[in-house]
């Protein structure tokens, strides 16, 4: 079955220093992954999406790369703040033979940056 | 409307009870989609629409949840005779098409059950 799998544990890291959340996945194969912010008691909010034919994404402090070969996205955020502390969600997206309209979200990985 | 909206912002059921949850999508927003959130896991899939066409249910737990929107705007999530199992987040989302595009997601009505 289909599985999406990211860092259980919370991330814990000081203010200044780069967070690396992962995301692997099995027996699928995405056109698209996404990444989301939740914040508690809010909804999903987007932040990125890379394609499968692209390695790599950025958008200001945060960087998404994807391996297809690996089934893996990571997920950088560079000189982290305390306002950078949330749940962080990776979401596939679509298969090469068609568009299902569905997210297929992981567990989340919380990360906590300490000041 | 600026975002999704969804209605109520919480809901206390006891078994056996029907609910009725309501998404306020963005307006001109084509596609919807319903997802059930259990604490500490991430958003599960439940149904999507394409405007007022319901292109997968795949994710309904039981029979006893049923989704509709009937104009294509509006949407409401029912489940029939309430369970404990059933407590959980339900969030719902809209994107202008498909998901290759990123889906706004509303705060969610977080239903429990008793």
């Known amino acids: 079955s289909q599985k999406i799998e990211q860092n259980s544990e919370a991330l814990n890291i000081q203010e200044g220093k780069t967070a690396t959340l992962t995301c692997n996945y099995t027996?699928?194969?995405?056109?698209?992954l996404q990444w989301y912010r939740q914040d508690p008691g809010r909804g999903p909010v987007f932040l990125l999406l890379?394609?499968?034919?692209?390695k790599e994404k950025r958008k200001e402090r945060l960087k998404v790369t994807f391996d297809t070969t690996l089934k893996q996205s990571l997920f950088h955020i560079t000189a982290s703040q305390p306002a950078d502390s949330a749940t962080y969600l990776c979401?596939?997206?679509?298969?090469?033979?068609?568009?299902?309209?569905?997210?297929?979200f992981g567990q989340g990985t919380t990360l906590q940056v300490k000041p | 409307g600026a975002g999704v909206s969804q209605s109520p912002r919480y809901k206390v059921a006891k078994r056996g009870q029907d609910v009725a949850l309501r998404c306020d999508p963005i307006?001109?927003?084509?596609?919807l989609f319903w997802y059930q959130q259990a604490l500490g896991q991430g958003p599960e899939f439940l149904t999507y629409f394409q405007n007022e066409a319901q292109l997968d249910k795949s994710g309904l737990p039981s029979d006893r949840f049923f989704a509709e929107r009937p104009e294509g705007s509006v949407s409401t999530l029912k489940i029939q005779r309430t369970q404990q199992e059933d407590s959980a987040v339900y969030l719902c989302?809209?994107?202008?098409?498909?998901?290759?595009?990123?889906?706004?997601f509303g705060q969610g009505t977080r239903l429990t059950v008793v």
């Open positions: 989302a809209s994107s202008l098409k498909g998901v290759n595009t990123e889906a706004f």
């Open positions: 890379i394609r499968e034919n692209e």
């Open positions: 307006s001109g927003h084509v596609s």
């Open positions: 027996n699928y194969s995405p056109a698209y």
């Open positions: 979401a596939l997206v679509g298969t090469r033979s068609g568009n299902t309209g569905k997210l297929i």
